[in-house]
């Protein structure tokens, strides 16, 4: 069985009793129009139109209808009845005593009624389909602007300002302790005062255990309040200001009843997502932890290993070693260690990043400075791979860090010793892309990359599909990706047409380099 829902509480009188002049004033007007009414059939008639009057009478219960309350619009019509019969039906100013009379103001009292009581229930259903299409567009809107609140602080914030506009007021969310009753506000409009006022405080915590919104009345102001959730002893109370409509004082209810299960729905829809955000930060997380302890028991260990067995055979048989022999043991454990020191730096710089603690200390310089450091040390990044070096003399000065410039130039050529076959040619190339950046690319012989790994292999302790079972962590790429995004750049990866891969990253020039210093004017000599 369809159950009706709960009417609103009233919680206070609605302002006092109307005042009698307004009350009267429908029944009043009903009365006036019929003398109008009879005025204008009695010209009719005087003018040559003789049985005019019903029309007039007719026309005037219509509208009557159409402005009235039912009831007044029901008294006029009866009272058009008795003025037909009493002024204009033979004799005149006499109530008729013919059966026939009487039937005629029977079936005539019938029609007037009849018509004046469609005509109000049309009135009725039009007035009744505008407010609906009203509230229909305010719930449109407010559904609007709670979609794009991703946050439980930006539901709330987007709650007070929908709702305050669909309901033509102001409207705040306040929250309110069951069990002492204290009500704290959580949004409010910003033209709105600094806090809830008594009639706002009390009204929420009535609505705090009602399941229907609840009304007050404050001063000029209609002050409606409806619960929104309530969870662990506290309770979210939609609150909205409303000026006191006199044809409709209940008009605001729908709509807040409404936008308060859209607010509840906005809210637990936020709280869901903040649930899955935190477990996939815990996921990431924890892979994250399991990528870094393999890399660490495997990664980190080999050189270390490396460096030991050969320093032991060093210490054990140096002596009896030949002089070459000891020479490429110190130099392995030489290269080894200084691997040990760029993966223990790419570790302590992706730490950094991810922290946000890195900090770009940018000045002017020479791109073609900061790539000569790097090739100078080709020989141990690219063992047995030649390195050519295509950077011309004329490009601009950049505002880099050149520390961290050096570090992307090296992890990307570690990666390019990494995937590609010896003997095959690195090329490290830059251009201005216009004024405003230069564009620096490195590009090997090597494998090439998949669709899917173009964004992939900057992922941290992601290597490529050939990377499985090589030297590194698979950090070198995420660290050159923070470091390029920490400039303002951009970085990407492609497979070149003719095989290999060619990484491009993008430094940005903003602004303009300091002026030159100007030689000192020579200082005037004295007097010989």
């Not at 019969?85 to 029609?111: C, E, G, N, S």
């Not at 009203?134 to 407010?142: D, F, G, M």
């Not at 794009?148 to 709702?163: K, L």
């Not at 000065?397 to 995937?419: G, R, Y």
Request: charge should be neutral; proline fraction near 8%.
């Amino acid at each position: 069985m369809r159950r009706d829902p709960p009417a609103p509480r009233e919680t206070r009188a609605s302002g006092g009793a109307r005042p009698r002049a307004a009350a009267v004033a429908p029944w009043a007007a009903a009365a006036a129009a019929m003398v109008a009414a009879t005025a204008l059939a009695w010209a009719a008639e005087h003018a040559g139109l003789p049985g005019t009057a019903p029309l007039v009478y007719v026309v005037a219960i219509v509208l009557g209808a159409a402005r009235l309350p039912q009831r007044a619009a029901l008294l006029g019509a009866m009272l058009a009845v008795v003025a037909n019969a009493y002024v204009f039906v033979p004799p005149r100013f006499a109530f008729p005593t013919q059966p026939q009379d009487f039937f005629t103001a029977t079936v005539f009292l019938a029609v007037a009624l009849v018509v004046s009581s469609l005509t109000s229930r049309l009135r009725t259903v039009a007035d009744l389909a505008d407010r609906r299409a009203r509230h229909a567009e305010a719930l449109r809107a407010v559904a609007q602007a709670l979609g794009d609140a991703e946050h439980e602080p930006d539901v709330v914030r987007a709650a007070a300002e929908a709702v305050g506009a669909a309901v033509g007021g102001t409207a705040r969310v306040v929250r309110v302790d069951v069990a002492s009753g204290v009500v704290s506000p959580e949004s409010a409009p910003a033209d709105a005062d600094a806090g809830p006022t008594d009639a706002e405080r009390a009204a929420a915590r009535d609505a705090t255990a009602s399941r229907a919104p609840v009304v007050r009345a404050d001063g000029a102001t209609t002050v409606v309040a409806a619960r929104v959730a309530r969870r662990e002893g506290t309770a979210r109370v939609l609150v909205a200001r409303t000026p006191r409509a006199a044809a409709h004082p209940d008009e605001p209810l729908p709509v807040l009843e409404s936008a308060a299960a859209l607010v509840r729905e906005a809210l637990e829809r936020a709280r869901l997502a903040e649930l899955a955000r935190r477990a996939e930060v815990e996921s990431r997380t924890e892979r994250t932890r399991s990528a870094l302890l393999r890399s660490v028991s495997h990664d980190l260990r080999t050189p270390l290993a490396v460096v030991l067995g050969a320093a032991t055979h060093l210490a054990d048989r140096g002596a009896s070693l030949p002089e070459a022999q000891r020479t490429a043991l110190a130099r392995e454990i030489e290269r080894e260690a200084d691997r040990l020191n760029r993966l223990v730096g790419n570790l302590l710089s992706m730490t950094r990043l991810d922290a946000g603690a890195v900090r770009v200390a940018k000045e002017w310089q020479p791109l073609e400075e900061v790539v000569g450091a790097v090739a100078a040390r080709a020989d141990r990044l690219l063992p047995g791979r030649p390195l050519v070096v295509d950077v011309p003399s004329d490009l601009p000065l950049v505002p880099l860090d050149a520390v961290l410039v050096e570090q992307v130039l090296i992890n990307l050529l570690e990666n390019a010793a990494t995937h590609t076959p010896a003997g095959s040619e690195v090329v490290v190339r830059a251009r201005a892309a216009g004024p405003t950046a230069v564009v620096v690319e490195v590009l090997d012989r090597g494998s090439g990359l998949a669709p899917d790994e173009r964004e992939a292999v900057f992922e941290p302790f992601r290597r490529g599909r050939d990377g499985e079972g090589r030297k590194g962590v698979g950090l070198g790429l995420a660290v050159c990706r923070g470091i390029v995004q920490a400039h303002g750049g951009t970085i990407s990866a492609e497979s070149r047409p003719d095989g290999g891969a060619v990484f491009r990253f993008t430094l940005p020039i903003e602004g303009a380099p300091p002026a030159p210093p100007m030689d000192a004017p020579d200082a005037p000599r004295g007097p010989a």
